[in-house]
DNA sequence: GCCGTTTTCGGCCCGACTGTTTTCAGTCG
């Protein structure tokens, strides 16, 4: 069974290459590692099939990509293997790749371990360490020891990422607490939590200070901290909770703007910057851009003096993942990426009539604190049973019932809507007859997730051929960090939804996030036009919204590229057919 | 292994912190 089944073919080759990556690095060969991890890192954000790629005879057109990793691939497109790969991997037994898991733990001990110890798993590492054996060895000691048993608690307790959703309460919370310090003049979350990354690893804080101890002092002091792993003059890491990581920078006032550039990354962002300053006879780092010669400092105040040294734009964080967008901003053309203040209504709501727990109305009233102008009522088709999913027969009276209720509404619209359900051989759960009085169809996969890739994506073009559908939704099924998304050419499906100008939704539920970004990106390449629905379950849940605008952001998306920026009437107009 | 208005060879981002070292290597972000 191949356990890269359901992911995307450019994921699986990534997947590959950063492996390559890993075994290079245990090996010493740090340059030939990180060419395949850069490469890896690009492939994994491409939005075109790389099987495309291949076939036009253009891997090496990809940045990273030169003529040895463009072998690698083409010989994994062919054959599904890669003999580099399993070259590498005879040379070193499996378990030594799981000691560079550990924190603390870096190919050079993890090779040390395993050549002078014999150790190749984590469960001989604790033995190991127990006896202390660890700290006979030459440059290892007693707190080396310590610290990985320690760490080799923390990773069995690891959960790998948390959802950004999860994370942003959090954010808070310490913000807050951080504020009742007054050497802390601002106080500004960086890291990929910054960049809204669908799920964060760990947290970045940044503060501006004069006072940099204080600040340490009352960062290591917050209530919930449960270790602390490490605690400078201006930088800190400590764990919460169970196994929450933050990591705490002090900056001085006239680094503000380097500061919040270095920290908010991503790596793959920074390097490549760094690159370029280098090459302008520059450096960068936290602290400022500054001459290689004089050491003059050349800008640092803001983001944007960074930036335009550099001769580029101003990037949108949620841009920096190295996917083009330096390339775009020296050549000025970064898209205008859509704003969350921009978004008008929420296009998937549930509400008590199947498996919500809010009226219509209720849900209308909290759209309406939130600054909406509509919302889409789509409660769930017959066939979800267990969701109390309607027949055609309930639906019609949840439509007279949202009639009144409009009625009595001012500057506000509930759209009558549904989340059908596309059952197993394509064909939807209700017939086109009640589907054709609807404002707002969304069709969406909740069963049989097991097929294979053909039928899979039979199954979703037959349902974006019906008439009367607006919206695919939570195209993918994925659950972040629980289910893979099914087995789905989204190449084909992203053509066909282009051509039969339906939408493909941004299912913003904070473990959906589907579309992600990469694929909302290539779904705009393809000419498709997004909605943004919270899948709101409950009133609170629309306050989902900005996860939703996160994932689009993140994807290049401008106004034009999603329809809830629309007033309700031209939304109307443009789902008619 | 990749890449090129300093280069087709010789570089490859940069600094903080820790633990082990008496001046630095390894790791991390």
Redesign the pocket.
Known sequence: MNPLKGMSVNAEVAEILYEISELYALKGEQ??S???MM?AQRIGSLTEDIRKIWQRGEL?SI????????AVIEEYLETGQSSKLEELREGLPRGVMEL?E?????????MRLYEELGINSIDELEKAAKAGKI?RL????????E?ILQSIEEYRRRQERFLLGAILPVIDEIVAYMKGCDAVLRIEPA?SARRRKETVG?L?ILVLSTRPEEVVERFVSMPRVSRVI???????TVIIGANL?V?LRVIPPESYGSALQYFTGS?AH??KL??I???K?Y????YGLFDRETGERIAGETEESVYKALGLEWIEPELREDRGEIEAAMEGRLPRLVKEEEIRGDLHIHTKWSDGTGTIEEMAQKAMSLGLEYIAICDHSKSMGIARGLDEERLRKQMAEIDRLNERLEGFTVLKGIEVDIKADGSLDLPDSVLKDLDFVVASIHSGFKADERQMTERMIRAIHNDYVSAIGHPTGRIILRRRPYALNLDKVFEAAAEQEVLMEINAFPNRLDLNDVNAKAAKEHGIVMSIGTDAHAPNHMEFLNLGVAVARRGWLEPGDVINTLPVDELLRKLER
Request: no cysteine.
């Open positions: 340059y030939r990180r060419a395949y490469a090496q940045p990273g990509v030169g003529k040895s990793i463009a560079i550990l924190d603390g733990v870096g190919p050079k001990k993890a700290r030459k440059g290892f000691g007693p707190k080396t020891e610290n890291g760990d970045d490490s605690q400078g003059t201006t930088r800190s990581q990591d790596k920074n390097i760094r690159t300053a280098v090459k006879g450096k960068l780092n936290e």
